[in-house]
């Protein structure tokens, strides 16, 4: 996905937002400085009628907007931060965070809308948020045929209505399909967007499924019988213990008790990504966790998650936060 780093200087981005929806209106505005946000921002045009949105920023401004959005269905999830926004008067879930953790609970919710509709927004100067959007519009529902089986007549209803929004809590293989999604390369342009467009497939499925009545759970499930789960487990165990030169993924494997090609058939299915970048993932997010909690050094932290050089940690970790490790804290 074509990726942009940002600070957005503020009129820039009030130029983008009016080019991409001439409805757009800026209602109140305080600000110290010239600058809106800064973080990444990525936007790509897969198929007529299916786009998608990525963005991991900070808001450097106080700011209150709204827009009208024309008949469309959404998908949206949203990682990490949180935002005051509502479309018409219903107000947009966010994600959690239990108090004396630092890790956020993701949240999904499905937006569909027959006519025009209002979405305000209102950030706060440092707000963040972490998100993951999915915009179908009505000749992308037509022309895949979605509507076609008999089974499918509760998406049917939930899209044909003025203005309906359902909540629910993505599986970990929704967020990993969306992770992929954000973090594919781009120097094939061809093979880049299949490779977005497959992740992005996999995200509807589990959102209709749960509009469907699946409450998600089957879509998360696995084939995996008791013992490849226990397989699985002792390599994550191996994983989360590993200090330093993280293993191989043949080592995993040998620990596992499985051929390689088993082990990442495992991973697959279980986290809808390799094992090596379940690895790298995994030990980012705790590197993340002990900077959050000031336990550790960028260098000490780098160490831990595998890494022999700070800077391609600081890559690294920027590119799956969206900011660098020194900004943690």
């Keep these: ?23 757009f209106r800026l209602l109140n505005r305080a600000s110290t400085g010239d ?28 700011m209150e907007t709204e827009s009208e959005l024309p008949p469309h269905l959404s998908i949206k999830l949203f990682f990490a931060g949180s935002v005051e926004a509502r479309l018409a008067d219903r107000a947009l879930p966010m994600p959690t ?13 499905v937006c569909a809308q027959s006519e025009p509709v209002r979405f305000w927004r209102r950030v ?15 000749e992308w529902l037509a022309s895949g045929d979605v509507f076609g089986g008999h089974a499918a007549a509760a998406i049917e209803n939930f899209c044909q209505t003025p203005l309906s929004l359902h909540r629910w809590t993505p599986s970990p293989s929704a967020i990993a399909f969306a992770e992929q999604a954000m973090r594919a390369p781009f120097d094939e342009p061809h093979l880049h967007r299949l490779q977005v467009e497959g992740c992005v497939l996999m995200i ?9 009545g699946d409450n998600g759970a089957s879509f998360a499930r696995t084939c995996l019988n008791p013992a490849e789960s226990a397989k699985l487990a002792r390599a994550e165990e191996m994983i989360a213990a590993a200090h330093g030169q993280l293993p191989s993924v ?3 494997a040998s620990h596992a008790g499985v051929s390689a090609n088993t082990l990442q058939r495992l991973f697959h299915a279980a ?11 995994t030990k980012l997010d705790h590197a993340r966790t002990m900077l959050n909690r000031g336990e550790v050094s960028i260098a000490q932290a780098a160490f831990a998650a595998g890494y022999s050089s700070t800077a391609n940690f600081s890559t690294a970790f920027r590119r799956q936060f969206g900011m660098p490790p020194g900004k943690i804290g």
């Excluded at 996905?1 to 409805?23: I, K």
């Excluded at 706060?124 to 009505?138: A, M, T, V």
Aim: charged fraction near 25%; hydrophobic fraction near 35%.
């Design 1 to 23: 996905m074509q990726d942009r780093a940002v600070p957005f200087e503020t009129e820039n981005f009030l130029a983008h937002m009016r080019r991409a929806n001439g409805s």
């Design 271 to 281: 986290h809808g990504m390799t094992a090596f970048h379940y690895m790298r993932k």
């Design 204 to 212: 509807i499925a589990e959102a209709f499924r749960v509009i469907g």
């Design 124 to 138: 706060k100067k440092g707000d963040r948020i972490r998100k993951f959007n999915i915009s179908i519009l009505p």
């Design 250 to 252: 043949e080592a995993l």
């Design 97 to 109: 965070r239990h108090s004396g953790r630092q890790t956020w609970e993701p949240v999904g919710v």
């Design 35 to 62: 600058r809106a946000f800064d973080g990444h921002y990525g936007h790509e045009k897969l198929r007529d009628g299916l786009s998608v949105l990525h963005s991991d920023t900070v808001s450097l401004c106080e």
